[in-house]
C-alpha cells in the first residue's frame, strides 16, 4: 500500500527556516503530482505547494517567495524548503497527492510539525 513519511519538522523562531522531507512508497512516483499541505489547529488543511510529474510548482500566496518545493524521483522524495518563517505558518504539514487528482484520502501519514515561535 501507499506510504508518505513526512520528517523535517521541528521549533524555529520567526525568520528561521527548515527543509521538510517526504518519503513515498507503494506508488509511482514520478507520474503524480506531489502537493504539501498544512493543518493549524482549528483551521482546514490546505495547499500550500505542489510540483507537477515535469517539475512546474504552484504556490499558495501566503508562502509565494519563501516556500519552495522540489522532487527526487530518485529517491522518491519531495522536499519543502522554508525560509523567513512566521509564526503563522505553525501547522502540521503533510505530503499528498495534487494537481487534477487532489489529495487521496487513504494516503495521508502522519505529517510533521513545523512551531514557529521566539
Known amino acids: 500500500q501507499v506510504q508518505l513519511v513526512e520528517s523535517g519538522g521541528g521549533l524555529v523562531q520567526p525568520g528561521g527556516s527548515l527543509r521538510l522531507s517526504c518519503a513515498a512508497s507503494?506508488?509511482?512516483?514520478?507520474?503524480?503530482?506531489w502537493g504539501w499541505y498544512r493543518q493549524a489547529p482549528g483551521n482546514k488543511r490546505e495547499l500550500v505547494a505542489a510540483?507537477?510529474?515535469?517539475?512546474?510548482?504552484t504556490y499558495a500566496d501566503s508562502v509565494k517567495g519563501r516556500f519552495t518545493i522540489s522532487r527526487d524521483n530518485s529517491k522518491t522524495t519531495v522536499y519543502l524548503q522554508m525560509i523567513s518563517l512566521q509564526p503563522t505558518d505553525t501547522a502540521v504539514y503533510y505530503c499528498?497527492?495534487?494537481?487534477?487528482?487532489?489529495?487521496?484520502?487513504?494516503?495521508w501519514g502522519q505529517g510533521t510539525q513545523v512551531t514557529v515561535s521566539s
Open positions: 507503494g506508488i509511482i512516483f514520478r507520474f503524480y503530482t
Open positions: 510540483i507537477t510529474s515535469s517539475g512546474s510548482t
Open positions: 499528498n497527492t495534487a494537481g487534477r487528482i487532489g489529495p487521496n484520502d487513504g494516503y
